[in-house]
């Protein structure tokens, strides 16, 4: 049971890491990634084939950062013609085609089968120590994360940010660049996302296509919508919430005289009406975005 | 406090509406019987063996899912009819993988460290057998592959068997039934996953050796709305046959366009034929042939029965033959090793392993712990059904 813990908290700090990148990009710049599934890629990936051909873990993390942050740079440019909602289709299209390219690639990315057999930092490690070592690792990630998305959003940097998500226009008009802007803040917001990707192959050590679909995009807005948008301490606990949800929904059926046959499904009515339940009820989320609190007092 | 923020609240409801849909998908299709719901609750049970299976019970393959239950859940009902398993009960724990790599490996995680199972069967979509039976050869725990035919799982290690025949066998099979009629070029049309990359390899090696060529191999993107183009290259090759693989929405569109194209006046030889057709109009695939797994050897009359009577049809899918076999083996070979270690069932696997005779047919393992034989039958399409060819 322990065990069981120890890695439902190491997966949570994982996914706050990739909420917490989706916040500075959807959350405080306004910015609708549904490519955000990219990020976690190239920093899997990067671990992937980096692991495939002997070199160190590090290394792989290092290059995941590297090319996530360039393509983040990319994706920031591609769209300084298009409205906001056309470039939320952009980016879906991004990480679609990432995803095909890491299928036909298979000489490379291992094709539709994956990689798969990747060890880790602490494979060597095995029982508890090594759970625990997982463990501290991620939180500690996760905290350094947080710290710098906490100091990006506190800063001038994050104030403009914030401008260009309620007043386009208005930020233009005072000088702000946005597409540099723009660029910038997936620039810094994709590596963190990436260094997630790394750490959550480099733990299961495997990676495949399947894991870079469009629905786990839409899982870290779920996380985003629970926690509080725009909030980084909203981020990190709607990651925490939902990976209690998913796995803690598992022990429904051993605690009630559910039938077999319907257990699944009752499983995911209940996380279903949890989430809707908890919409209906406090739709600003866990952590409202403390900014616009002091709007709506004035 | 504009557009922008207004967007994105429905924006990211409309997620979590994906997100929920996703993974519901057919899951409500669990209709067909009297359903027990006395056998609810089904944690590890104190004194009883408990193993463990992780199967896709919601998202697109949740019928199939439902149906491997089934399999698992008449087997349990006759072992522990029987005396059960070291004079305990056996207790089944059937964990959710709604059809995804890293909800198979949570569920597999709960398996092992909460319930301590002592051997877990899975899954049905290799990308996602492979990676669970990767995890559990790294935990030391007796993976059973009860659904996928991907020649990566004959990799995974010596914890791994499987009950069902992989793609190597299968190529194979198809290969001398084309060779057999005389078909010698033939044209590939599989998915572009880990399924169809399973098969082409082997059928081209197995396919060569009989005297036969590839024209060309066709590995498709799942999930378009037109496959015209992969057809052009098929028919463009003048192929004798065009062997073929495809579920779903897929295997409707395909046929229908290759109908369209006059493109079914060529042979066409389908790998798991039953699979391939039941979604497509009858006319589309009048007259295709194939192969399909042979669910009931002579052993699996008493099943076929038993299903039957439970679930008030006949069986709804190939699958469940396979994990109710498993069920029965691990069974046994827990009781032969009179213990849960790891090891010591692997090595009375290995031993019950030669002949055994199961519902799906005779299983022997191969020295990679791989099921070695598989009967297979020959079936024609004729007028909107599958039959048995002569």
Redesign the interface.
Known sequence: ?L??AL?VAT?AAVYALFALSLNLQ?GVT?L?N?GHVAFFGVGAYSSGIVALHGGHWLLGVLVGVVVSSLLGAVIGRLGRTLA??YW?IVTLAVAECLR?VV??E?DLTG????I??IAGPFSSVSGLAGSLSWLVLCVVLAALAYLVAETLTGMQFGRVLRLL????MLAASLGHNITAEKTRVLAVAAPIAAVGGSVYTLY???I?P??LL??E???V??M??IGG?GNNRGAVFGALVIQLI??GS?FL??I??????????V??LI??LV?TAF?MTR?EGLFAEKL?RI?VHQ | MLIRRRLMKPAAVLGLAVVLAACGGTAADTGGGGGDAASGGSDAKAGAVNIGAVLPLTGSSASIGEDQRRGIELAVAKINEDGGVMGKDLNVIVEDSAGAANSAIDAAKKLVTVDKVAAVMGEYSSGVTVPLGQYLQQEGVIHMNVGSSSPEIAGIGDKSFSVIGLDTIASKFASEQLAGRGLMRAAIMVPNNSYGEGIVQPFTDAFKAAGGSVTETVLYTEGQTSYRAELERIAASKPDVVLYSAYGQDSSVINQQAFEGGMQKTPWFGIYLTMCTVDSAPATVQNQIGMDVNYVGPEGQDYQKAYEAKYGEGFASTFSGYTYDATMMLAKAIDDAGSTDADKIAAALKKLGSGYAGATGDITFDDQNQRSEQPYLVLKYTDGKVVEEG
């Open positions: 049971m065990d069981f890695y997966i959807a306004g609708l549904f906001a909602d939320a095909l299928v036909n298979g094709g539709p089968q994956g798969s057999g998500r309620e007043e386009p299961i050590s495997y495949g399947n894991q469009p629905i995009t839409f899982l807005f779920t985003l919508i948008i998913y796995a598992r059926k051993d009630f005289p559910i039938p077999d046959q319907s257990a699944s499904s499983r995911l996380v279903g989430l919409l739709p616009r709007d």
